[in-house]
């Protein structure tokens, strides 16, 4: 008998184990895409001199890395998110001093090279449990939408590879969602938004228009929780 269950156990040890580490890797891919975007997003609005959106940018950048930072619980891992945290605060901080000159795509650039090094770079240790956003509700909509639209942006482009990245980044942000608030009701609208987000993730299709349609399932979801909450 144990010669039987004990191979069979080791088994199913593995395969989840495995299961875990490609659903962290997958997360990890989504999170440094969307902080790419955000990298993006930043350099526009230092073109348009507008102080107070990069600096929402660099705030949803925080909390990004705040997610990917609970994807390990070693302090190796901790450790190497520190530079591109001290360089969204360097951007932060340049920004503060007025948005205009060289200084400040300087800084951006410096954000990107961190977040293009996020690459190479794995979680280790345990996964941690997600945790509330910092920060205002309001400001972490913001970074659902402009997810969401990012999603959108490149399934319009045909590009549904890049689009399933953007949606995998929005099932983590459902995680840190869920814990906000410990009510019923908020709870099962945080887990049908994260459904929603995971049924256009792991959708087989290749086509555009249906993608787009997983999109709209994702969007209802939202407003279901702004209908209810
Ligand atoms: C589980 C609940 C929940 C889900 C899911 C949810 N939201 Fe929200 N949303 C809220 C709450 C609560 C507020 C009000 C925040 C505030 O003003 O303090 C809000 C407000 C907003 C706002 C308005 C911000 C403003 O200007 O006042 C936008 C935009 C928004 N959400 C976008 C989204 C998008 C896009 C999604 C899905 C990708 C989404 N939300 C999913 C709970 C949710």
């Given at each position: 008998?144990?010669?039987?269950?004990?191979?069979?156990?080791?088994?199913?040890?593995?395969?989840?184990?495995?299961?875990?580490?490609?659903?962290?890797?997958?997360a990890?891919?989504?999170?440094?895409?969307?902080?790419?975007?955000?990298?993006?997003?930043s350099?526009?609005?230092?073109?348009?001199?507008d102080?107070?959106?990069?600096?929402?940018?660099?705030s949803?950048?925080g909390?990004v890395?705040?997610?990917l930072?609970?994807?390990?619980?070693?302090?190796?891992?901790?450790?190497?998110?520190?530079?591109?945290?001290?360089?969204?605060?360097?951007?932060?901080?340049?920004?503060?001093q007025?948005?205009?000159g060289?200084?400040?795509?300087?800084?951006?650039?410096?954000?990107?090279?961190?977040?293009?090094?996020?690459?190479?770079?794995?979680?280790?240790?345990?996964?941690?449990?997600?945790?509330?956003p910092?920060?205002?509700m309001?400001?972490?909509?913001?970074?659902?939408d402009?997810?969401?639209?990012?999603?959108?942006?490149a399934?319009d482009?045909?590009?549904?590879?890049?689009?399933?990245?953007?949606?995998g980044?929005?099932?983590?942000?459902?995680?840190?969602?869920?814990?906000?608030k410990?009510?019923?009701?908020?709870?099962?609208s945080?887990?049908?938004?994260?459904?929603?987000?995971?049924?256009?993730?792991?959708?087989?299709?290749?086509?555009?228009?249906?993608?787009?349609?997983?999109?709209?399932?994702i969007?209802?979801?939202?407003?279901?929780?702004?209908?209810?909450?």
């Open positions: 008998m144990v010669r039987l269950v004990l191979p069979l156990l080791i088994t199913v040890a593995v395969v989840a184990s495995l299961a875990a580490q490609q659903e962290s890797t997958a990890t891919a989504s999170l440094r895409k969307t902080l790419l975007s955000l990298t993006t997003q350099q526009r609005w230092i073109d348009d001199n102080t107070r959106s990069v600096q929402r940018i660099t949803h950048m909390i890395i705040d997610i930072a609970t994807r390990g619980d070693s302090p190796e891992w901790k450790q190497a998110l520190e530079p591109l945290r001290q360089a969204v605060k360097g951007l932060d901080a340049a920004t503060r007025g948005t205009k060289a200084e400040s795509t300087k800084k951006v650039e410096e954000v990107r090279k961190q977040v293009e090094a996020l690459a190479a770079m794995t979680p280790s240790g345990k996964p941690m449990p997600a945790k509330a910092a920060g205002v309001k400001n972490f909509m913001y970074l659902l402009s997810t969401l639209y990012d999603a959108r942006t399934a482009e045909g590009d549904l590879k890049t689009a399933r990245l953007y949606v980044s929005l099932t983590e942000f459902g995680g840190s969602l869920k814990t906000v410990k009510t019923q009701v908020w709870s099962q945080a887990d049908a938004f994260i459904e929603a987000t995971k049924t256009a993730a792991n959708a087989k299709t290749e086509d555009s228009k249906k993608f787009r349609e997983l999109l709209t399932a969007r209802a979801s939202c407003e279901d929780c702004h209908e209810k909450k």
